[in-house]
């Protein structure tokens, strides 16, 4: 499968642990999602998409994606997300991918832009502690 990333999974080590494996540089590849603008979601520090007509929203499509991926990414995104199939533009070309929508009454969003650069700086180091943790919890299994 192929997704389209826009927000905090544009951060290699974010994928990685999320994936459980690190993506080579070249899995990423530039790509746009117009008609909508990516903003940050109230209360949090990660964006999530809203449809604008006028907006674009830079990202990258990551292919080559298992199911066991798909899953792990399910997990990471939460009930808060639908699998869309929407159209992004690489290379000169209109690509058909999923991306992982915002259901609209799961989060309001807040003025102004999401930056992947200045959440690095301010949002990173707390985050990835955070999904650490959650990614190293593993259900217990009982034997009888």
């Given at each position: 499968?192929?997704?389209?990333?826009?927000?905090?999974?544009?951060?290699?080590?974010?994928?990685?642990?999320?994936?459980?494996?690190?993506?080579p540089p070249s899995?990423?590849?530039?790509?746009?999602?117009?008609?909508?603008?990516?903003?940050?979601?109230?209360?949090?520090?990660?964006?999530?998409?809203?449809?604008?007509?006028?907006?674009e929203v830079s990202?990258a499509i990551v292919?080559?994606?298992?199911?066991?991926?798909?899953?792990?990414?399910?997990?990471?995104?939460?009930?808060?997300?639908?699998?869309?199939?929407?159209?992004?533009?690489?290379?000169?070309?209109?690509?058909?991918?999923?991306?992982?929508?915002?259901?609209?009454?799961?989060?309001?969003?807040?003025?102004?832009?999401?930056?992947?650069?200045?959440?690095?700086?301010?949002?990173?180091?707390?985050?990835?502690?955070?999904?650490?943790?959650?990614?190293?919890?593993?259900?217990?299994?009982?034997?009888?």
């Amino acid at each position: 499968m192929r997704f389209f990333f826009y927000g905090t999974l544009l951060d290699r080590d974010v994928t990685a642990l999320v994936l459980g494996r690190r993506l080579p540089p070249s899995a990423f590849e530039p790509a746009m999602l117009r008609g909508h603008s990516r903003r940050r979601a109230r209360g949090v520090s990660y964006p999530v998409v809203v449809r604008d007509p006028r907006g674009e929203v830079s990202g990258a499509i990551v292919g080559g994606l298992s199911a066991r991926d798909v899953a792990r990414l399910s997990a990471y995104e939460g009930p808060g997300y639908r699998i869309a199939r929407l159209k992004v533009w690489t290379a000169g070309i209109l690509a058909t991918v999923s991306v992982f929508e915002p259901l609209e009454d799961r989060f309001q969003s807040v003025a102004g832009p999401w930056d992947l650069a200045v959440w690095q700086r301010r949002d990173k180091r707390k985050f990835v502690a955070r999904l650490r943790r959650a990614f190293s919890a593993r259900p217990v299994c009982s034997r009888r």
